[in-house]
């Protein structure tokens, strides 16, 4: 099954440190979208990534988050100095970027707890 | 800019009841609308799709139809299950593969 692959599934972290989360979009996808998820909320869509590209960064905070998608390997969403509040639920989702109004597909998200 | 309204939930029904989640979207262009379910402890799964207006996608007993006339993508069920219980997302797709989803709307039925 080749969806889309996050890791890790959990991740524990502590005030301070940094957390990266690491997505393999789906194969033959070059979009790759991420999300944050508070309990019992809906998506916060938070960047959109082509190979190598940015291509919308405006639901990302300015500070301390930030995400690349290299021409090799998985996205990453970094986030340094991470606080109790980026404690919630981060998604991938990808979707093929050739044809236009096509649906994304999601995996199954980190879920970032911080101490 | 483009957005989707859902009605808020939580919504309780008792097994084998009508289901309706309502969803409006404001849009430029012609969108594509989907509906998601997301189970608890995993992520969104695609539902079913319409991609222009007056279609129906359907999946799994659920349906919902493009209207352009009412800006509406509105998710029905004839006769939902226990294992429906979840939280659906109403969401349009751009021309630039971008997406936009409503705020999800909790659903639980009872037996």
């Known amino acids: 099954n080749a969806g889309v692959m996050q890791n890790p599934r959990h991740l524990v972290r502590r005030r301070g440190q940094e957390a990266r989360l690491r997505c393999s979009p789906m194969k033959g996808h070059s979009h790759v979208y991420w999300y944050r998820q508070l309990p019992e909320e809906g998506l916060k869509f938070m960047v959109y990534?082509?190979?190598?590209?940015?291509?919308?960064e405006s639901g990302m905070p300015k500070e301390r988050f930030s995400a690349e998608f290299p021409k090799e390997g998985p996205s990453i969403l970094r986030i340094q100095q991470v606080v109790r509040g980026d404690s919630a639920a981060y998604f991938c989702a990808s979707s093929p970027g050739t044809v236009s109004n096509q649906p994304q597909h999601f995996g199954d998200g980190t879920r970032l707890s911080i101490l | 800019g483009d957005s989707v309204t859902q009605m808020e939930g939580p919504v309780t029904l008792s097994e084998e009841a009508f289901l309706t989640i309502n969803c409006t979207y404001t849009?430029?262009?012609?969108?594509?609308l989907f509906w998601y379910v997301q189970y608890p402890g995993e992520g969104l799964q695609l539902l079913l799709k319409a991609t222009k207006a007056d279609d129906k996608g359907s999946n799994k007993g659920f349906e919902a139809t493009y209207r352009k006339e009412t800006t509406s993508f509105h998710l029905e069920k004839g006769s939902v299950q226990v294992s429906d219980s979840a939280v659906y997302f109403c969401?349009?797709?751009?021309?630039?593969?971008?997406?936009?989803f409503g705020a999800g709307t909790r659903l639980t039925v009872k037996p």
């Open positions: 990534l082509q190979k190598e590209n940015i291509i919308d």
């Open positions: 969401a349009l797709s751009r021309l630039d593969n971008d997406m936009r």
């Open positions: 849009a430029t262009g012609y969108p594509s």
